[in-house]
């Protein structure tokens, strides 16, 4: 049994490893349709933090001064994160479109030659792109909320 675990978490860990290649994150994208899904994604991101930028919404005259020093906190952080969120998104629309340009009408995912210096080379800052915006975004939506049950 224990044979058997550790043979499967081998199997993971050196799969994973060898997804790290930029082509086979490149590959990883085009097979399961995820450049079209970040895309979108990345569009809603950008509708979402534009408003947040330039939301100038008070907290209720009615709470207590803690509630109002937080909801200031948080209204600024939201901002703060909601314009990082914006650069993320950003970066990743523009790297799918300088990739997909450079690529247009190659099969690199079942290639002959492999080139180490081909566009698929930058998947890493893509990936890390759809990352971060994803994650600056689960941040700025809490305190989205937050600031929409304080605010005026």
Known sequence: MDNAFF???????TQFCELADPL???CFYEKFGLRTIMM????GIVAFALPNILDQSECKADKDAYIKSLFAK????????SALMLIAALITILTYVAIWNSLLGQEICTPLIVRPDGPERFSYSLALANIS???IAIVAL????????HKQ
């Open 74 to 81: 948080k209204h600024k952080r939201m901002r703060v994160n």
């Open 40 to 43: 979108l994604v990345s569009s």
């Open 24 to 26: 086979r994150i490149w």
């Open 7 to 13: 043979s499967y978490l081998t199997f993971i860990a």
């Open 133 to 135: 915006s994803l994650a």
């Open 142 to 149: 809490n305190q989205k909320i937050f600031c929409m049950k």
